[in-house]
Each structure stands twice: as structure tokens, then as C-alpha cells.
């Protein structure tokens, strides 16, 4: 499996939005108790915790691939260690 550059990634997509959203939150540009101020919120907390999940994800399947093929390659008990 080819790996991609991080910034191609979903992940970086997801914390730059996120980002985004944050940094026109604390512009002030949204009037405070706005409808669009409030979607704002969720939308960007959602995208932030989006991207922690998927990263957590590939993380600990690509750890679980990691064991398994090291476990595969391990001299077993008949095969001498070098």
C-alpha cells in the first residue's frame, strides 16, 4: 500500500475545516447567538472529533496489520534463529 502525503490526506481536510470554522468563530464575524454562530460550533467540533476518530482508527489497524506480519515473520519453533 502506497502512502500518500499527510496534507492529501481526509484527516488533514478534516482539522484544516475544522480550523477554518474556528478561526470564523473567533472572528467575531457571526453574530453571537446566531443560528449560523451556533451551527458553526457543532459542525467544527464534529469535524475535530471526525478526525480524531479516523486517525485513531488507522492507527490501531495499521499497529494490528504491523503485529500480525511481524508474528508471521518470526522464526517459528522449528526454523533456527539466526
Known amino acids: 500500500m502506497e502512502t500518500k ?17 474556528s478561526a470564523l468563530l473567533a472572528s467575531g464575524l457571526l453574530p453571537e447567538g446566531s443560528v449560523p454562530l451556533k451551527l458553526a460550533t457543532i459542525v467544527g467540533t464534529l469535524l475535530a472529533a471526525l478526525g480524531y ?8 489497524v495499521t499497529d494490528s ?3 500480525a506480519l511481524a508474528e508471521a515473520a518470526a522464526p517459528g519453533p522449528s526454523q533456527p534463529q539466526p
Open 53 to 60: 476518530a479516523g486517525l485513531r482508527s488507522w492507527v490501531k
Open 65 to 67: 496489520k504491523g503485529a
Open 5 to 21: 502525503p499527510g496534507w492529501k490526506s481526509s484527516e488533514f481536510a478534516l482539522k484544516l475545516l475544522a480550523v477554518l470554522i
